[in-house]
Structures are given as structure tokens and as C-alpha cells.
T-cell receptor
Framework: SQWGEENLQALSIQEGEDVTMNCSYKTYTTVVQWYRQKSGKGPALIILIRSNEREKRSGRLRATLDTSSQSSSLSITGTLATDTAVYFC?????????FGKGTVLLVSP | DPKIIQKPKYLVAVTGSEKILICEQYLGHNAMYWYRQSAKKPLEFMFSYSYQKLMDNQTASSRFQPQSSKKNHLDLQITALKPDDSATYFCASSQTGTNSNERLFFGHGTKLSVL
């Protein structure tokens, strides 16, 4: 899980495998955004899920949101080497997004 | 074709000096932000501006001063640099800054190393 005092999480898998990353957040949010950051680049939004949605899909991505447990997950099916990146969940707050510590995903060809 | 331009990409400074990090966005957005990323604190929020007005400041030190000369510019001046300031500084923008659910668009960052 990304939040709190946990260290940055790291996952190493083979191309073609499926992977799920988890995120728990502390404060109320109406939206959870998932960002991907590739080496040497800034983060980029990959999927956004609202509090009235339990699941959101976009291509090989699937996000879930459980507002009762204040947790979200991001799944990637059929991973590719190009999915190698750091994945952050972010929650909305007054005038800013707050990011979790991130999950490092390494996908080997 | 990057829509958020940060200059320089890499910056080396000596302790005690002053540097300015440049950010310009060409997305037509009205809100701009600075985030800092280091090994200790990934993607830490620093400032947010909306319509050229400071909305939020989470930076404890007054050594960090944002400067907005135009709606699409938000530079970051850092004075009396310390080695602990070494990090990658990301500029970001969003449509208005008044809707907390807006997505952010990030620049490529300025990697600052303070010796």
C-alpha cells in the first residue's frame, strides 16, 4: 500500500503478467487519480475514478475505489516492458493533489 | 512538443547561493503548481497559484518564493541553498485550480543538486 509511513513499494514481474497496486488514503476525497512516472519525466495521469464509481476501466488499466475503507487499486493486465514506471495514487484536497509514496513497477521482457 | 517548459533541466549550485527555476505553460491553464520530489519525500506539494494568486503554501521555509509575472509563468526562487534542497522540482498546471478534482499536467522537472 502506498500511503502512510510505508517505504516506496517495488514490484518486479515478467512481461505478460497481470499486476495490482494498492493505495490507501487518510482523508476524504471525491476523486482518486492514478499517475505514471517514467524515468526522467514528470508524472502523467493514466486513470481517474470518482467516489460514485466502484470501478473504472481504460484499455489494460482497471481502477477500483472503496470509499468505506478509503482504498483504491490499480490493475494492469498483460503488462508490457513499457509499463515500467513509478505509479502514484493521488487524492484531491483544497487547492492541491496529495500523492502517495508510489509503487515502482519493473516489467522485464 | 512539451506544453509545460521547465528550465534548466539540470542545475548545480553551491551552498548559500540563489537560483531561479523557470516554468512556462502553454495549455491555457489558469492554475500552476510546484512539487518537489526527492528520495525522502516523493512528490511533495509546495505551492499552488490560481489566476496568479497564491492559493496554498505548504513550504515551511521562506527561502522558497514563487514568482508569477504572467498567467502562464510560475518561477521558483530559492535563496540560501542547502544540500537538503537537492531534489527534482516539478512544475504543473491545471484548468482553474478551483476544482480540487482537476487533473494535473506536469513538466519534465528541474533536477537541482546543491554541493
Amino acid at each position: 500500500s502506498q500511503w502512510g509511513e510505508e517505504n516506496l513499494q517495488a514490484l518486479s514481474i515478467q512481461e505478460g503478467e497481470d499486476v495490482t497496486m494498492n493505495c490507501s488514503y487518510k482523508t476524504y476525497t471525491t476523486v482518486v487519480q492514478w499517475y505514471r512516472q517514467k524515468s526522467g519525466k514528470g508524472p502523467a495521469l493514466i486513470i481517474l475514478i470518482r467516489s460514485n464509481e466502484r470501478e473504472k476501466r481504460s484499455g489494460r488499466l482497471r481502477a477500483t475505489l472503496d470509499t468505506s475503507s478509503q482504498s483504491s487499486s490499480l490493475s494492469i493486465t498483460g503488462t508490457l516492458a513499457t509499463d515500467t514506471a513509478v505509479y502514484f495514487c493521488a487524492t484531491s484536497g483544497y487547492n492541491k493533489l496529495t500523492f502517495g509514496k508510489g509503487t515502482v513497477l519493473l516489467v522485464s521482457p | 512538443d512539451p506544453k509545460i517548459i521547465q528550465k534548466p533541466k539540470y542545475l548545480v549550485a553551491v551552498t548559500g547561493s540563489e537560483k531561479i527555476l523557470i516554468c512556462e505553460q502553454y495549455l491555457g491553464h489558469n492554475a500552476m503548481y510546484w512539487y518537489r520530489q526527492s528520495a525522502k519525500k516523493p512528490l511533495e506539494f509546495m505551492f499552488s497559484y490560481s489566476y496568479q494568486k497564491l492559493m496554498d503554501n505548504q513550504t515551511a521555509s521562506s527561502r522558497f518564493q514563487p514568482q508569477s509575472s504572467k498567467k502562464n509563468h510560475l518561477d521558483l526562487q530559492i535563496t540560501a541553498l542547502k544540500p537538503d534542497d537537492s531534489a527534482t522540482y516539478f512544475c504543473a498546471s491545471s484548468q482553474t485550480g478551483t476544482n480540487s478534482n482537476e487533473r494535473l499536467f506536469f513538466g519534465h522537472g528541474t533536477k537541482l543538486s546543491v554541493l
